[in-house]
């Protein structure tokens, strides 16, 4: 198995690694799959990411292609994917039965969250899948395939996304952390790693947030040091790093994290440099030594697009939640437009099979009624 440092993405075959980093996961052992492993049933095609709760994968089964999440071999990982993995089977109850059919026949609105499908071939109670690779207990997830490009990748070809781009895109990413809101859930790991986009009929970029992030409550607030290292510091809320202050921790973390997105598409930059840098330093940049994070486009501060940023990313007095967010957003820029989805094949299909079957009854009926009306 490979192993992998997600800072200086480096890649090595036999465990052994130099990195700058003195905490680079791949030094802990974070160990990757690679092309033609199965995890079960599950053939691995393509490794798509790597974060610091899982791995993202592309993979096959039975010929079909899905995308598998697999959670480090550590105990909070594992525990995050499950915690995952039952939010998703909760908010689509639609993806089984005679619902599931139903909606295959009408056009549907894209996916805004990974669609789960069943771990194993046949249908289990529990929505994640455990299993022994080589030695090492594995929870993993598995998904509806899901075709884009990491937001991340995208920046790097096009650092400054046209800014109505970028509102769309975390307004979007805003709706799908609506569930997260309404539980009383919390993400903390928002980064653009974690959001995958794609451009639709009309060129405009659709986002849909790969992972929900450590879902965490107010009341385990007391525990938040043992999650903190999973968080990006360079995303991550001031109030989150200070883990002498946990009960400080609010929705508005979120915000804080989603409003670092928004900067970094509009900036054309991150607003704190993440490449071969330790945690500890960017913690310190975050909570202490912190800038002033300037857009430097005067027709975002005529628009009042810049006081949105500098209050979703401020260190006090930030939206309450992402919602509050994406609404400031929407009064600039309106909400998204919508998408044009293709017709389904099998709805076109009943409709021409529906179609025949009128054209043969009016046939049959002319058949059987003419000669009456002859002899009439």
Not at 44 to 54: I, N, P, Q, S
Request: hydrophobic share 45%; glycine share 6%.
């Amino acid at each position: 198995m490979e192993r992998y440092c997600e800072r200086c993405e480096r890649v090595t075959v036999d465990g052994h690694l130099w990195c700058q980093d003195p905490e680079c996961p791949a030094e802990e052992g974070y160990a990757l799959l690679g092309y033609g492993d199965f995890l079960g049933d599950l053939k691995v095609t393509k490794l798509v990411r790597v974060w610091r709760t899982a791995a993202l994968y592309e993979a096959e089964r039975q010929g079909l292609g899905v995308l598998l999440k697999v959670a480090h071999p550590t105990d909070e990982c594992a525990e995050r994917l499950k915690r995952e993995a039952l939010l998703l089977e909760a908010l689509a109850p639609w993806q089984s039965g005679v619902a599931a059919w139903i909606r295959s026949f009408l056009p549907s609105r894209r996916d805004l969250l990974p669609v789960p499908l069943a771990p194993y071939p046949t249908r289990m109670k529990r929505p994640y899948g455990e299993i022994t690779f080589r030695g090492e207990p594995r929870v993993y997830s598995v998904y509806r395939h899901a075709k884009g490009k990491i937001l991340s990748d995208l920046l790097l070809e096009n650092p400054q996304l046209w800014h109505t781009y970028a509102s769309w895109i975390v307004q979007t990413v805003g709706e799908s952390l609506h569930p997260l809101v309404a539980n009383n859930r919390m993400h903390l790991c928002l980064t653009p790693d974690v959001v995958m986009v794609e451009a639709d009929r009309d060129g405009v970029l659709r986002p849909m947030l790969l992972d929900l992030g450590l879902l965490l409550d107010g009341s385990e607030n007391g525990h938040l040091a043992d999650w903190l290292r999973l968080c990006e510091p360079a995303y991550s809320a001031p109030e989150l790093l200070a883990a002498a202050r946990p009960e400080a921790l609010s929705p508005a973390a979120d915000v804080y994290s989603l409003g670092m997105i928004l900067y970094e598409m509009l900036a054309g930059h991150p607003g704190f440099e993440t490449k071969l840098r330790r945690d500890d330093q960017l913690r310190e940049d975050v909570t202490q030594n912190r800038k002033p994070l300037s857009l430097g486009r005067p027709e975002l501060e005529q628009s009042g697009v810049t006081g949105i940023v500098e209050r979703a990313v401020a260190p006090t007095g930030r939206y309450a939640n992402v919602i509050e967010f994406t609404r400031a957003l929407a009064k600039v820029y309106s909400s998204p437009p919508s998408e044009r989805r293709p017709v389904p094949r099998r709805l076109v299909v009943l409709l021409i099979l529906a179609a025949v079957a009128l054209l043969a009854v009016g046939i049959l009926a002319a058949i059987i009624l003419l000669p009456v009306l002859l002899g009439g």
